[in-house]
């Protein structure tokens, strides 16, 4: 029994020294097989990015890590359950044959970790992808085409068909990203017009997660708005890229823009508040919203006024043209619709606002308060049709404005007391009722049309009718100054001696046929002038502008 113990020992010293060995040997060769992986994930990395993008794949540097068991348990498991910890640095896509422009995408840093067992199987599988400093710079196409009108696209199914996801040569996409996070990227859609900026759009934070593969990836993201300043929330699908045509990559979301300050334009100021909804392609995207805002107002004025406003729209991602189509608003208790868009035009370096506005239920007190300093000058219902145009460039927005169409006021009460006193003599008077104490309150009709630019709204032709009296009136308003100049010929039902009182009834009674003309029992050039709170009525005396000449004498 002792004789055997050195032969055991021995034997037990050796099999533990080739266990030794065999370990080493397999720790070795792990190793190894662990380090051949390094250049095969460098590779299949490439060749994802060169296909899944169709571009020139350049990585500064790529480094491949695993855990020090991880290389034995790729030997002893065919890889399965060893990850591979992945970094890659100064990360460029150039579109093939396009270096004129800036890099498809580009990243600072990148990192991911994989199964070395997944690289045996397809599809791929990465769980958790970090991408720092991203910037996908989208081309224009090649053609442009023109936003098609918005009827034909208000249903999804009108909508291009999603695109299959496939590579640059038509093969599936073989690889799925569990889910990426890639905070601070920045998204660009170039303008066919190699002159023109990009649009821009700067994404605080941004989450991806996989829906299978070959498929629509869902996204939770933050947007920095810089004009006006703000947060935009958004959620959605975006994908899969489109390779020969990444513009064609479909996208649709919900958004939430909160507390945004409209001070930063010109001429206008207020809190927004807006939600909506959207689909279509990052160059050609439809949507349907709301805005909100409940201290809306022209600075020139600065009353503020709730306004709210639904719409539907078609957006071109190439140049931020909108086109819109309608707007259904609401300021205080007005309601109106608006058509047009928002385009920019040939050789100009902004945008132009060009809507065709219809009120359906118009208050004309609302679009006083709005557009004048303190209080409203007249109380009642108006019907408004407008061609709106405000081009871009410097200067205040009261100047660029441009403004023309037809009005018509029904039942209007003025709210300043000199001015209503006015109207009740002169409407006593044209009756033939001088100083009758019952003739008050009287409601006034006005009808028109006018012409807005560089803030003085010029009217060709106004019609103010008041029991009793015609009034045709052509004239001016200036916005800066609040001043008025009108000329126009008064028509009176009462003849001139009846519309005094006394002896000067007597004394005028010779006059009469002098001032009946045209059916009228008196006719009198008038002329109002001064300012918008203390207006001067009085006889025209000649000084008359030469278009008065069309009222007739």
């Not at 759009?201 to 991806?208: D, K, S």
């Not at 929330?233 to 390779?243: L, R, T």
């Not at 309150?441 to 060709?460: C, D, K, Q, W, Y």
């Not at 916005?479 to 519309?499: M, Y």
Request: one cysteine or more; glycine letters at 10%.
């Amino acid at each position: 029994m002792h004789g055997n113990m050195p032969v055991m020992k021995k034997w037990l010293i050796g099999l533990g020294v080739g266990v030794t060995v065999i370990f080493a040997g397999l720790l070795i060769t792990a190793r190894v097989l662990a380090g051949r992986a390094a250049p095969l994930i460098r590779a299949q990395t490439i060749e994802y990015l060169e296909k899944q993008f169709d571009s020139d794949v350049e990585i500064g540097a790529l480094d491949v890590s695993m855990a020090m068991k991880s290389p034995l348990l790729v030997l002893l498991s065919a890889g399965k359950g060893a990850q591979a910890h992945v970094q890659g640095e100064n990360v460029k896509l150039w579109r093939k044959h396009r270096r004129d422009r800036p890099p498809l995408i580009a990243m600072k840093r990148f990192q991911f970790e994989v199964e070395l067992n997944s690289l045996l199987t397809k599809p791929y599988r990465v769980e958790l992808a970090r991408l720092e400093g991203l910037e996908v710079t989208v081309p224009a196409r090649a053609k442009a085409s023109p936003l098609k009108p918005v009827q034909d696209l208000r249903a999804v199914k009108d909508l291009p068909p999603k695109p299959e996801a496939v590579d640059a040569n038509g093969d599936r996409i073989q690889l799925i990203l569990e889910t990426v996070i890639c905070d601070g990227t920045k998204l660009s859609v170039l303008p066919r017009d190699a002159n023109k900026d990009p649009l821009e759009f700067e994404i605080r934070r941004l989450r991806l997660t996989s829906a299978g593969p070959g498929l629509a990836m869902s996204y939770d993201a933050e947007l920095t708005n810089p004009k006006p300043p703000g947060l935009i929330y958004s959620k959605g699908h975006f994908g899969p890229w489109v390779a020969n045509e990444p513009s064609d990559t479909p996208l649709d979301g919900t958004y939430d823009f909160q507390d945004a300050d409209l001070s930063v334009f010109k001429g206008i100021a207020g809190k927004l508040n807006s939600t909506g909804k959207f689909v279509g392609q990052i160059d050609h995207i439809i949507a349907d919203g709301e805005t909100r805002m409940a201290d809306f107002r022209l600075t020139m004025a600065g009353n503020a006024m709730p306004l709210t406003t639904t719409y539907h729209a078609v957006i071109d991602g190439g140049n931020g043209n909108t086109l819109l189509d309608p707007v259904q608003a609401k300021l205080g208790r007005t309601r109106f619709t608006a058509r047009g868009g928002v385009v920019r035009g040939k050789g100009e370096a902004g945008k132009t606002v060009d809507l065709d506005v219809q009120f359906q239920e118009g208050h004309i007190e609302d679009l006083m308060r709005l557009a004048m300093k303190g209080p409203v000058m007249m109380k009642g219902p108006i019907a408004l049709k407008v061609k709106l145009v405000l081009p871009p460039g410097k200067g205040e927005p009261i100047d660029k404005l441009r403004l023309s169409g037809t009005f018509l006021i029904e039942n209007g009460d003025f709210t300043s007391t000199t001015v209503q006193d006015k109207v009740d003599e002169m409407s006593s008077k044209a009756q033939g009722r001088p100083k009758d104490p019952t003739v008050k309150e009287v409601r006034t009709h006005l009808a028109g049309e006018f012409h807005m630019t560089n803030g003085l709204i010029e009217f060709p032709s106004l019609g103010v009718n008041i029991p009793g009296a015609d009034l045709d009136l052509v004239g001016r308003y200036r916005f800066a100054e609040e001043t008025v100049d009108f000329r126009g010929v008064l028509r009176l039902a009462a003849k001139i001696s009846q519309t005094q009182t006394g002896w000067k009834r007597w004394v005028l009674k010779p006059a009469d046929r002098f001032f009946a003309k045209d059916g009228a029992g008196t006719l009198l050039r008038l002329k109002i002038d001064g300012t918008r709170d203390k207006p001067h009525f009085g006889l025209d005396k000649g000084d008359t502008p030469t278009t008065v000449s069309r009222l007739g004498n």
